[in-house]
Structure formats: structure tokens, C-alpha cells
T-cell receptor, first 114, second 111 residues
Framework: DQQVKQNSPSLSVQEGRISILNCDYT??????FLWYKKYPAEGPTFLIS?????DKNEDGRFTVFLNKSAKHLSLHIVPSQPGDSAVYFC?????????????FGQGTELSVKP | NAGVTQTPKFQVLKTGQSMTLQCAQD?????MSWYRQDPGMGLRLIHY???????DQGEVPNGYNVSRSTTEDFPLRLLSAAPSQTSVYFC??????????FGSGTRLTVV
């Protein structure tokens, strides 16, 4: 049973436009959500996070939105750059990561074309 | 500060062999985890630890053992390797309320 789902395996966007990556979750106990970025042959790197007490968190070009009632979160990248081309994973945990158990989605491969 | 160090980077095993994937972190993080990445499956949690002496199972624990005798080290043992364990393995560490820091991975092939 996949608790965190990214239903779009890939996304292609033109440079300078907005990239929107989506993630759904089923476990209502999740209260801490993160996005990771992964380049080939490297480990994932932390991008941005949000706790369930917020519905938006912004860091430069990256904004994460959380809709708790829909159990949905999204990552917006504005403007998109070719260097943003990577696989993006969303992840979720219970109790603000105090349990140490982080569950990931399947990933979405973003391609930003010049 | 080396972060999270995984060894080896590449390994080929024969079916039935055993081996240990090493993971060490120098950030004094409480939490450590092992994930495997397979095409179309994302990152799946194998085992995790919330501190020295404490471990628990993740989503796909079968065929793997872990122990955490120190804060720094969290080795993953494959007891009897199977072709289904061919994957890329990532170790990660974190503190309470923080995002995980990942190692660069171990690419394992079981033939």
C-alpha cells in the first residue's frame, strides 16, 4: 500500500516557465512533508519542507503548498531553469520526524528545456 | 565534515552470498535509515534507527538485518543475497525535525 504517491513519472517544462510537481498521501497521521531532488549517480538532497500547521512555505524559487483536506501537496518552481532537471521525490513522516520514519513517493523526473 | 559516508560504492555478489553495506555519519544525528531505490518504485525504507541500540523495520525489511551499536554507524547486512536485492542502496541520517542527509549510494548487483 503506497502511502505517498507521485502519479506523474515525468514532466517537461520550458525554461523560464513554472514547474508544478504533485504528491498525494493517504496516511492522515503524516504531519511533516519534504521535497528532495536527485541527480543521477548521487544521493537525494533536501530541497524544502512544510509542517502540517502551515499551508505554504517558500524558499527562493521553490514553494511548497499543502492541502490537508485533500491530502495533497505540490512543489512550484518559478522560474524553471535547465539545472532544475532532476528527479523530485516527495516524502512524509509522522510527528515532525520525531519517529525517524520517512516515507517517499515514486518520484517525478523533471526536464527543463532551454 | 564528511556527512554520510557509504562503502562500497559498487558491489557484485553471487546468489546466496552475504555482505555488509557500511554507513557512517559524523553529524551526531539521532536518526539513521536505509533505503533502496528501484525503477518506478521510488525510495523504499528498509530499516531505520532512532538512536544507538534502537532499530525498527521499514516498508521492505525482509532479507536485511541492521544493528546500531554507536551513534555514528548503521551497517546493513544482506544475509543471503538474491537477485531481487539488486538495487541502489542509500543510507541517510537526520536530527529531530530535520530533513535527512543522504549518502551517495551503493550500487549492488546480485547474479
Amino acid at each position: 500500500d503506497q502511502q505517498v504517491k507521485q502519479n506523474s513519472p515525468s514532466l517537461s517544462v520550458q525554461e523560464g516557465r513554472i514547474s508544478i510537481l504533485n504528491c498525494d498521501y493517504t496516511n492522515s497521521m503524516f504531519d511533516y512533508f519534504l521535497w528532495y531532488k536527485k541527480y543521477p549517480a548521487e544521493g537525494p538532497t533536501f530541497l524544502i519542507s512544510i509542517s502540517s500547521i502551515k499551508d505554504k512555505n517558500e524558499d527562493g524559487r521553490f514553494t511548497v503548498f499543502l492541502n490537508k483536506s485533500a491530502k495533497h501537496l505540490s512543489l512550484h518552481i518559478v522560474p524553471s531553469q535547465p539545472g532544475d532537471s532532476a528527479v523530485y521525490f516527495c516524502a512524509a513522516s509522522v510527528s515532525y520526524n520525531q519517529g525517524g520514519k520517512l516515507i517517499f513517493g515514486q518520484g517525478t523526473e523533471l526536464s527543463v528545456k532551454p | 565534515n564528511a556527512g554520510v559516508t557509504q562503502t562500497p560504492k559498487f558491489q557484485v555478489l553471487k546468489t546466496g552470498q552475504s555482505m555488509t553495506l557500511q554507513c557512517a555519519q559524523d553529524m551526531n544525528h539521532e536518526y539513521m535509515s536505509w533505503y533502496r531505490q528501484d525503477p518506478g518504485m521510488g525510495l523504499r525504507l528498509i530499516h531505520y534507527s532512532v538512536g544507538a541500540g534502537i532499530t525498527d523495520q521499514g516498508e521492505v525489511p525482509n532479507g536485511y538485518n541492521v544493528s546500531r551499536s554507536t551513534t555514528e554507524d548503521f551497517p546493513l547486512r544482506l544475509l543471503s543475497a538474491a537477485p531481487s536485492q539488486t538495487s541502489v542502496y542509500f543510507c541517510a541520517s537526520s536530527f529531530t525535525g530535520g530533513g535527512y542527509t543522504f549518502g551517495s549510494g551503493t550500487r549492488l548487483t546480485v547474479v
